[in-house]
């Protein structure tokens, strides 16, 4: 059986929907699974080594240039690359327009079926005129969390339960030897202190603070933008055991959180990779709803806060210190 999945952005989200491949797998075991996604996360579905074929799509790129000839050549490279492949199913758990042109595109083979949401979850993008595109509409629940939304869909279309807790089928951490020569030899803790949105930021108070409770374990910080990489030189500024990182690629960054002892981090997608790797994990959720991706298939994962509600400096030191302590 051949399966295409249409999950194409954002890091957090795509990173949810890796669970679908091992629960595929795990009811039709010689399933082959094809993946669309955005070209920058392309070496994050590349981790799991149970997909098959990574099909690159760069819509936010092209449409900068699509007067350009060869960006135009680039997209039609694309959708005939898309359809080299006939498809038992083709999934698309994003909901959107572009992703229902990518399903609509697909081939799939005689009784072969397309399958899609039959309805957005509170808050998201959902765009309804997507099911244009589907065979099969899948209902979820209004708040289901972001991992079992689209194993909720794959299981309701090749008609099996989901019994088991999310596998993401990422690689184990490195070996202290196989570490690039930015990242310590010795435990340390990373702080995912950077977001988009401004309103989901914890004080840079309390990582300071937090990072005092943890000394002296190193505390590395990552960024992602010019105000981040200030961000992370005031904290730094104020702690003798924390440094800022280098710029970093997406697969640096995830191998960043794969390797630490301990990651602390707002509702981004770099503390849900970490989180995803089963690493002792403190998300701290100050305006997102907490029900829509906390880490909550393991116990090294603790979930702080909630929209509006950011949690205390004391309740993110105690959980980092019993993870810890835990580990």
């Not at 997102?288 to 806060?305: A, D, M, V, Y």
């Not at 400096?313 to 959980?319: C, G, I, N, S, T």
């Amino acid at each position: 059986m051949n399966i295409l999945l249409v999950r194409v952005s954002s890091l957090g989200d795509v990173l949810h929907n890796l669970p679908m491949v091992a629960d595929i797998l795990r009811h039709h075991p010689d399933a082959k699974i094809d993946w669309v996604v955005e070209e920058g996360y392309t070496s994050l579905v590349r981790l799991n080594p149970r997909v098959r074929r990574v099909i690159p799509f760069a819509l936010r790129r092209w449409r900068r240039g699509l007067l350009d000839p060869a960006i135009r050549a680039e997209v039609r490279g694309f959708f005939r690359t898309l359809r080299e492949e006939q498809y038992d199913y083709v999934f698309d758990t994003q909901g959107l327009i572009k992703t229902g042109i990518i399903m609509g595109a697909a081939r799939v083979k005689p009784g072969g079926r397309k399958v899609g949401l039959a309805n957005g979850t509170e808050g998201s993008g959902y765009e309804p005129v997507s099911r244009v595109f589907h065979d099969q509409s899948v209902k979820v629940e209004r708040r289901a969390h972001a991992v079992a939304r689209g194993r909720e869909v794959a299981a309701q279309a090749l008609g099996y339960a989901i019994d088991t807790p999310p596998d993401f089928g990422l690689p184990a951490p490195s070996e202290l030897a196989t570490r690039p020569a930015w990242m310590p030899r010795e435990d340390y803790a990373v702080f995912f202190h950077g977001t988009a949105r401004a309103a989901k930021k914890w004080d840079t108070a309390n990582w300071i603070a937090l990072g005092r409770a943890l000394a002296p374990m190193a505390v590395l910080l990552p960024w992602g933008s010019p105000a981040e990489q200030a961000e992370a030189g005031t904290i730094a500024a104020s702690l003798p055991n924390a440094r800022v990182l280098p710029k970093l690629s997406m697969m640096e960054a995830v191998e960043l959180a794969r390797d630490a002892a301990l990651a602390v981090g707002v509702d981004t997608g770099l503390t849900h990779i970490a989180a995803a790797f089963v690493r002792p994990t403190v998300e701290i959720y100050c305006d997102s709803p907490r029900w829509k991706t906390e880490g909550n298939w393991s116990p090294r994962i603790i979930n702080l806060g909630d929209t509006a509600q950011p949690p205390s400096v004391d309740e993110v030191v105690a959980a980092a210190r019993g993870l810890l302590a835990a580990a």
